[in-house]
C-alpha cells in the first residue's frame, strides 16, 4: 500500500475578505463531549464570487430578554487542543466553512446559573455586521469555547 498523497485543488485561490451578503450561516450538529456541548455551525458562501474568512468568529448569546452575560474563549472546544486559525476560502454558491462552540450545560458551585440562550448573534472574522442564528446555548457561568473558522470540503457530483 502506497501512503495517500495530498495534491493541491485547481482554482483553490484565496479569495477577498467575504461580506455579510455573501454568507449564510446554520447551526448543523449538536453533540455532548463529556460533560460539555458542542454545536457546529456552516457558513455558506451564497453568491458568484470566491471569498475567504480567517480567524474566530465572536458571540453573543441572546436570551428571551435580550443580550446574555458570556465569555467567549478562542481556542480549544471541549477541552481540545486549540486549532490553529488559516485562512479559509469558500467557492461561489457552493463553498463552507465551519466553526465549533462548545460550553457547560450543567451547574457547579463555579457557575451555578446556566444562561437560557435561544439565539447566537455571529460576526464571523473580519466581516462587518452580525448574522443570527437560532440555537439553545445554556452556558452554564455564560463562558463558551470557539474555535476558528475551519474548512469544510464538498464533493462535486
Excluded at 457558513?43 to 448569546?61: A, D, M, Q
Excluded at 455564560?142 to 464533493?155: D, E, I, K, Q, Y
Aim: charged share 10%.
Amino acid at each position: 500500500n502506497l501512503p495517500p498523497t495530498t495534491q493541491p485543488v485547481a482554482g483553490a485561490a484565496f479569495g477577498p475578505i467575504c461580506t455579510k451578503s455573501q454568507l449564510s450561516l446554520s447551526q448543523t450538529s449538536s453533540t455532548p463531549k463529556g460533560g460539555d456541548l458542542i454545536a457546529g455551525y456552516t457558513v455558506l458562501n451564497t453568491s458568484k464570487s470566491r471569498c475567504s474568512l480567517v480567524g474566530y468568529p465572536t458571540l453573543l448569546i441572546i436570551g428571551r430578554l435580550g443580550p446574555l452575560p458570556s465569555h467567549v474563549t478562542d481556542g480549544g472546544v471541549a477541552g481540545q487542543k486549540a486549532f490553529p486559525a488559516n485562512q479559509v476560502t469558500l467557492a461561489p454558491k457552493i463553498g463552507q466553512a465551519t466553526f465549533l462552540m462548545s460550553w457547560s450545560p450543567t451547574p457547579s458551585a463555579a457557575a451555578p446559573s446556566c444562561a437560557d440562550g435561544l439565539e447566537v448573534d455571529v460576526t464571523l472574522p473580519d466581516v462587518t455586521g452580525g448574522i443570527t442564528a437560532s440555537s439553545i446555548v445554556t452556558a452554564c457561568g455564560g463562558v463558551v469555547n470557539v474555535s476558528p473558522m475551519l474548512p469544510n470540503v464538498v464533493a462535486g457530483s
